[in-house]
């Protein structure tokens, strides 16, 4: 083989090289999880807007990625919910909120294993004799 043949079989190779390196790059974008945690509310397993308008019913906490794909986990600890003033409204282990009675709190979502957390506002206020929880992203 000659210097030009050579050549031309490196710069192939080279390109060969760079087009696997891109692919790799692509699948681990795919298979590693967003660091991000997002949280949404739903209603009757519906996403809600922003604000969303719970009424009396409540709603249920729901984790996503930055994508909007389910939440994983970093470790087997399930996420943990809070809520800064449970006169207001409360959070159980599950994530359903549900209205006490009227007035301001935020309400928490926090992955224990990597400490990733994000939080909504909800105000609760009393309308035709029912409480109604409306919520917004902090």
């Given at each position: 083989?000659?210097?030009?043949d ?30 991000e945690?997002?949280?949404k ?15 009396a019913?409540?709603?249920q ?27 207001i ?7 359903a909120?549900t ?39 902090n």
């Amino acid at each position: 083989m000659n210097s030009i043949d050579e050549s031309k079989e490196l710069g192939h190779i080279q390109h060969l090289i760079e087009n696997l390196e891109h692919k790799v790059n692509q699948i681990l974008r795919l298979l590693t999880p967003s660091q991000e945690l997002v949280l949404k509310i739903l209603v009757e397993g519906k996403e809600m807007g922003n604000p969303a308008t719970l009424g009396a019913k409540g709603g249920q906490c729901s984790a996503q990625d930055g994508s909007g794909n389910p939440y994983k986990l970093s470790s087997a600890a399930p996420l943990l919910f809070a809520t800064d003033n449970a006169a207001i409204a409360t959070v159980d282990v599950n994530g359903a909120i549900t209205s006490v009675a009227s007035g301001s709190c935020n309400i928490a979502c926090k992955d224990p294993g990597n400490g990733l957390q994000d939080s909504v506002a909800v105000t609760v206020t009393l309308v035709a004799g029912k409480l109604v929880l409306v919520v917004t992203p902090n």
